[in-house]
């Protein structure tokens, strides 16, 4: 079984400044790991995605996620935020060999101040 | 080229009602997979359809089935309604082979509200 963690349910940055949203994940074989973006009364958005390859991998919207196996971490970051970054961001992961199947963390709402 | 689409937008229905809810797959894609999303919480995996046969389940009781047609659009039926099952549910849509990655696109979601 996969699961995924999102340390932190609420995080407030100034505008200009680091996001950094952090997600652990458990999984018993390699996985896929991505990051999707949620706006009020929206569904969800794939910001990036982790397969294969490169560790670092770049998103829409200036967003970056580094996949790092030893610390079975795959967090996301934009070194300077705007106002329009402000939404609901989940983490979720998949299995190679049960790849229908997206597990999702519980979400960390991100608000911008002016 | 017309992405996901769901009907309807949002429903009110009383406990112990039947509810069925749509999705019009992207353009193209023949897998059609169903989420769960609770107020505050991640979505959670109801079950998936690829070509109109069901392809995985989650953790969901019976009352939660569904539907693919021909045309790839699926529905989602939940009988004897709960007031837990009141949440967003969201159909997403992918170009599906099992044994690869396939990206899922996500529809706009249902709200449900069972009161």
């Known amino acids: 079984a996969q699961s995924v963690t999102q340390l932190g349910s609420h995080v407030s940055v100034s505008e200009g400044a680091l996001v950094l949203l952090r997600c652990n994940y458990s999984?018993?074989?390699?996985?896929?790991l991505f990051w999707y973006v949620q706006y009020p009364n929206q569904g969800l958005q794939l910001l990036l995605k982790?397969?294969?390859?490169?560790?670092l991998v770049k998103g829409i919207n200036g967003f970056e996620a580094e996949f790092k196996k030893s610390e079975t971490s795959f967090h996301l970051t934009k070194p300077s935020a705007h106002m329009s970054d402000a939404a609901e961001y989940f983490c979720?992961?998949?299995?190679?060999?049960?790849?229908?199947?997206?597990?999702f963390g519980a979400g960390t709402t991100v608000t911008v101040r002016a | 080229e017309t992405g996901v689409t769901q009907s309807p937008t949002h429903l009110i229905k009383t406990r112990g009602q039947q509810v069925t809810l749509r999705c019009s797959s992207q353009?193209?894609?023949?897998?059609v997979s169903w989420y769960q999303q609770a107020l505050g919480q991640g979505p959670q995996f109801i079950f998936q359809?690829?070509?109109?046969?069901?392809?995985g389940r989650g953790n969901f009781p019976p009352r939660f089935s569904g539907l693919q047609f021909p045309n790839y659009s699926s529905e989602l039926n939940v009988n004897a309604l709960e007031l837990d099952d009141s949440a967003l549910y969201l159909c997403?849509?992918?170009?599906?082979?099992?044994?690869?990655?396939?990206?899922?696109?996500f529809g706009p979601g249902t709200r449900l509200t069972v009161l």
């Open positions: 997403a849509s992918s170009l599906g082979a099992s044994g690869r990655f396939n990206e899922q696109f």
């Open positions: 999984s018993s074989v390699p996985p896929y």
């Open positions: 982790y397969t294969t390859g490169a560790t």
């Open positions: 359809y690829y070509r109109e046969e069901e392809n």
């Open positions: 979720a992961v998949t299995r190679l060999d049960n790849d229908y199947k997206l597990s």
């Open positions: 353009s193209g894609h023949n897998t």
